[in-house]
């Protein structure tokens, strides 16, 4: 693992990281109260969508028991966000674009910090870019699958998990130019965070596909 | 591994575990027989609800290949609910209060020998509780997601993955005092199993959030 | 790993891989036009039928990380069915039983490369023709569920899961009796590719449940 940039740039990388699990909980606890799910579904929904993503990418790399199981600090974090969202959600409703602007940045986190776990588990980096995705999307996409939808990061819509992909490949790209992990989870971070953010803000979106579709 | 207490333990978990694998298996086959799945469907999710919980433990704790792909017993009561399931189905549908007991039972065993499992395996005690849950829940939400519904466990309902996490967590501080995995296994399979048919018999729910929901 | 056979059957192996990867890509783009996803949802469900069955056996035999992400050239074969897909759709519809065919040639040689690979890893005769089924269907199986469906390969409907482990069970047969790799390879896969398709044109379906479904 690389940490020589020494226990600073650890102990960002942790409280960050906590945020990200944070954020990421609290809109799955939300989606729990839309669906009108019980206090323990809203907390299942929170703990898998705040510590889904690393988990699938742990288990596809072989780092079993996976991060967040091993580190009570990210249980807590899931579960204080499930309890945030159960007492206040009617509030935090009302915050969608601030929440927003915070899952942007849990994004962007993930994405770096998925990337480059990946390549120091020995991962080629066209995969590496995939698994950076993988650790962003997949608490959500793991969320939508329990809530009974279609996940919305596949759904149109703006932009989502384009600016995590080419967050990830930059990072990844990063890393093989032997820049410092510090300067490449920075870089890789601002390209997939502010990409999310404009595109919120001026709702870019994919191309979908033209013509009728087949049935 | 523990396996301090001998064979005639060992013997009677391995009757209660295939005895759990037969009944969840049963109440997979059963939705598949609602969801008008045919034979194969019907065993699919037979084996996933039999087998599932057990396999995610597995896979996140790193026991791979998983023990229900080790012994063919499991597999074979999990094919052997599934069908009888696929003839008996409408007596089985009128004797439902009667399975709910035994997938009680089941659901107490698999919550602890789960627990137990991840402890063996190094995992720290909340995760490991956690864990101990997923093992008692986990087949049915893959059970549930397979046939296309939010899963049971998740929506307002009698308590069923409280009892399974407070009979974990029993397990996991058991161990933690030193008793035998004896001792535990009865102790936190009591707390589970009789809280689980307790919540069946008065109707106990978990609480909802409170307030209009947020869209 | 068995390689015995020299270099021009693993060649041989490698093209039948990419051009099943790249069929049932194809199959999972096609799942998402019809699902209005835009291009990136259609990118994903490309690669999770495509590459899912065998990640998930990979996760549970313990090879991780898996082949899928080990070797660029799978998930080419993925991205080039998406985009073939996304440009071409209207007429891949039209197409529909010749994809049906290739689907079949797929499904033959996952099942079959599915049950071998779990011979190789260890696992029990039982579990590993499950396995290679697993792999056959499995990417499917996540498509589906991505896209909101119950898995198309439980409902009624022509015969697709059954000739897989049809094959799976004869390629692990053949290895128990000392048959080569390569033999076993042909056999298991001509079981199950013929069968698959003998069902498509015979409309053979599984039997289902009798009488009236418990409520």
């Known amino acids: 693992m690389r940490g020589d940039e020494g226990t600073d740039f650890s102990t960002v990388l ?17 989606v729990a109260v839309r669906k009108q799910l019980d206090i323990f579904g809203l907390l299942v929904l929170a703990f898998t969508t705040g510590l889904g993503g690393g988990m699938i990418r742990d288990v596809l790399i072989g780092d079993v028991p996976p991060a967040a199981l091993q580190d009570w600090r990210f249980l807590v974090a899931a579960a204080l966000a499930g309890l945030v969202a159960f007492v206040y959600h009617p509030a935090l409703g009302r ?14 986190l993930f994405t770096v910090a998925g990337a480059i776990k990946a390549i120091d588990y020995g991962v080629p980096d066209a995969a590496a870019a995939l698994l950076g995705m993988v650790t962003g999307i997949g608490g959500g996409m793991l969320r939508d699958v329990l809530a009974g939808r ?19 490949a930059v990072a990844v790209g990063g890393i093989e130019l ?22 919120m803000w001026r709702h870019w979106q994919a191309p979908m596909p033209q013509g009728p579709a087949s049935v």
Do not use: N
């Open 178 to 199: 032997g820049l410092s992990t510090l300067v490449v989870s920075i870089i890789g971070g601002l390209v997939c965070g502010v990409w999310r953010l404009l595109a």
């Open 14 to 30: 942790l409280v960050i990281d906590l945020v990200g699990v944070f954020v990421f909980s609290l809109s799955g606890a939300l």
């Open 95 to 108: 915050m969608e674009k601030f929440v927003g602007v915070f899952d942007a940045i849990g994004l962007a």
């Open 150 to 168: 279609v996940p919305v990061v596949l759904q149109p819509g703006e932009l989502y998990a384009i600016p995590s992909l080419g967050g990830a």
